[in-house]
Every structure is written in C-alpha cells, then in structure tokens.
C-alpha cells in the first residue's frame, strides 16, 4: 500500500532501556516497536521502518528543536549526520526569444575586483558560475549552474530578477557589433564572440530548481566534508538497533529503523543509482532477517 500525502513528522522506537508498550507519549495500541506520526495527526504501528529522507533532513531531524526521533539517535549516528556535508547545487534553465538563433557555448571566467569594475550591471550571484549553454545543438533553451550560497540566493529571486540578470550579463559578455564581411560579400558568422548587429538576445521564461528550501530536501549532493569520513557513511547505514534479540532477555527488537538513500552508500553516494543499491540493501537485510531469500 502507497499512501500519498501523508508526511511523517516523528519516530517512536524503543531504544535499550525503554518499554516497547508505554512509550513518552503512553500510547498502547499493539506491540509492534515502531510508531509513526503523520503531519494530520494519524499515526500507525510498525515492526520496521526504512528512512530514505535525504541527509539535509536528517540535519535538521537531529536538531534539538525537531524532535524527529524519540528516543533520540544514539551519538554515533548524530556525530556522523552532523559531520557529513551536504551540499546545494540548483539549475536554471532559460527560454531563448523565436528571434534569438545560434546561441553559443559561454564559458565565463570572472575576476573578482575587477570583473565588478568594468560590468558593474552583472549581479554578484552570477559571478560564480562558469557556463551558460544550449541543452542540444540548436535548442532555444539554455542551461547553467550554481552552486553554495549563490544556489541558495538564486531560490529567493523572481523569475524577472533572474532573466534580467542573465540578459544584462550576455550582453556584456557578447557586445552588439556589425558582422564582418569580406571584399566580395561573405558573411563570417561568429556567433561565439558577437551578436549581429541590431539584434539582442532575449530571453523569454525562466525555471530554476529549488533544492535547498524545499523541506523534503533541503539540498541536493552528500560529500565528505573536512573532518568527515567514509567511515561516516557506514555509520549512518547502520540500522537501530542493529543485533538480534537473544531469547530469554529484555532488548529491544532488532532493525526497527533502517536507514537507505545516496549518503548512506560508501561508493556510489551522490548518485540516483546508489540510493537505488542502498534500498535494495535494506530490503535484503529485512528479507535476511526473516529467513527469505535476498534480490
């Protein structure tokens, strides 16, 4: 069953020394381990739960004004979401005017001071990327990256803040001049260094993406940061808790939370694919853990 729409707001499981029954909230509905509390306020029981939240989440789940899990991670698991970086990278892609034709590959360099000297009209956001290009040969859209701060800045911009920004920096970057001709008439076209004379680029729609203020996200790309580790990405892999139940004794129920998603694969983590390989993992640890055969 796929319930749509329901976003889960706090995890209860039983951590050691922790009665499985009457937890914080003293609820006792059945003895399944794992309670779950939805944004509407309906909850629901469970044996196990995988999160696949992204480490920006994570982030904010361990702050002390959250309060995402109950019981809180145990420190090794909040010591490696803290140290792992996780980074905001956006696109933005622009729609050419039907007049504008033959756009080229900008690769733009800009010096610091005196780039701000000479083009003063080029937004400092825009400064930090390094190309604005056609997504295909001929293609009247054109795409270019942020990254850091700048990402976050270009969130909060208006799609006219953006175009403008965008227009006033290619026509500095491609100033208007006549076309050059030979003596018997030919044309040379050359599109990478000018625009023809009378004719300006136009750009006509924006659509950027907005990775780091979406709170289902909040930023796009897990990396080893300074003082991290792959070690890290192992640890945030670790499901809670991790071993068996001996029989006879008053642990509590293995792998009530298994963590999947890209930060939490030591190879492959920035990747679609290694979120992909991280949950298939889980699944085979839960399939291992009831005797079945693993895919």
């Given at each position: 069953?796929?319930?749509?729409?329901?976003?889960?707001?706090?995890?209860?499981?039983?951590?050691?020394?922790?009665?499985?029954?009457?937890?914080?909230?003293?609820?006792?509905?059945?003895?399944?381990?794992?309670?779950?509390?939805?944004?509407?306020?309906?909850?629901?029981?469970?044996?196990?739960?995988?999160?696949?939240?992204?480490?920006?989440?994570?982030?904010?789940?361990?702050?002390?004004?959250?309060?995402?899990?109950?019981?809180?991670?145990?420190?090794?698991?909040?010591?490696?979401?803290?140290?792992?970086?996780?980074?905001?990278?956006?696109?933005?892609?622009?729609?050419?005017?039907?007049?504008?034709?033959?756009?080229?590959?900008?690769?733009?360099?800009?010096?610091?001071?005196?780039?701000?000297?000479?083009?003063?009209?080029?937004?400092?956001?825009?400064?930090?990327?390094?190309?604005?290009?056609?997504?295909?040969?001929?293609?009247?859209?054109?795409?270019?990256?942020?990254?850091?701060?700048?990402?976050?800045?270009?969130?909060?911009?208006?799609?006219?803040?953006?175009?403008s920004g965008f227009?006033?920096?290619?026509?500095?970057?491609?100033?208007?001049?006549?076309?050059?001709?030979?003596?018997?008439?030919?044309?040379?076209?050359?599109?990478?260094?000018?625009?023809?004379?009378?004719?300006?680029?136009?750009?006509?729609?924006?659509?950027?993406?907005?990775?780091?203020?979406n709170p289902l996200?909040?930023?796009?790309?897990?990396?080893?940061?300074v003082g991290s580790?792959?070690?890290?990405?192992?640890?945030?892999?670790?499901?809670?808790?991790?071993?068996?139940?001996?029989?006879?004794?008053?642990?509590?129920?293995?792998?009530?939370?298994?963590?999947?998603?890209?930060?939490?694969?030591?190879?492959?983590?920035?990747?679609?694919?290694?979120?992909?390989?991280?949950?298939?993992?889980?699944?085979?640890?839960?399939?291992?853990?009831?005797?079945?055969?693993?895919?």
């Amino acid at each position: 069953m796929i319930q749509l729409g329901r976003r889960v707001e706090k995890i209860e499981w039983q951590a050691d020394g922790v009665d499985g029954i009457h937890m914080e909230n003293g609820y006792c509905d059945d003895s399944r381990p794992v309670k779950l509390h939805f944004c509407d306020g309906s909850t629901m029981s469970a044996d196990h739960v995988i999160v696949t939240v992204s480490l920006g989440v994570l982030k904010r789940g361990i702050s002390q004004d959250s309060g995402m899990f109950n019981p809180s991670l145990p420190s090794s698991k909040t010591g490696a979401i803290s140290r792992l970086g996780y980074g905001v990278v956006n696109k933005v892609f622009l729609q050419l005017s039907q007049e504008t034709t033959d756009f080229p590959f900008l690769q733009m360099v800009f010096h610091p001071q005196d780039s701000e000297l000479r083009h003063p009209k080029i937004p400092h956001w825009i400064r930090k990327t390094s190309f604005l290009c056609p997504i295909y040969s001929n293609s009247r859209i054109v795409l270019s990256w942020f990254t850091g701060q700048e990402a976050l800045e270009l969130e909060s911009l208006t799609e006219e803040e953006i175009i403008s920004g965008f227009s006033a920096t290619v026509s500095n970057l491609l100033p208007s001049k006549p076309t050059p001709k030979s003596r018997n008439g030919t044309t040379y076209d050359n599109p990478g260094t000018t625009i023809p004379e009378g004719k300006q680029v136009k750009f006509e729609k924006a659509l950027r993406t907005q990775w780091g203020t979406n709170p289902l996200f909040l930023g796009s790309y897990s990396y080893i940061a300074v003082g991290s580790s792959i070690d890290d990405m192992d640890t945030l892999a670790e499901p809670l808790p991790q071993h068996s139940t001996s029989p006879g004794t008053q642990t509590p129920p293995p792998l009530q939370i298994l963590f999947a998603g890209e930060a939490t694969h030591r190879t492959h983590y920035s990747t679609t694919h290694g979120a992909y390989f991280s949950g298939l993992r889980e699944a085979n640890r839960l399939l291992k853990h009831y005797n079945h055969i693993g895919v």
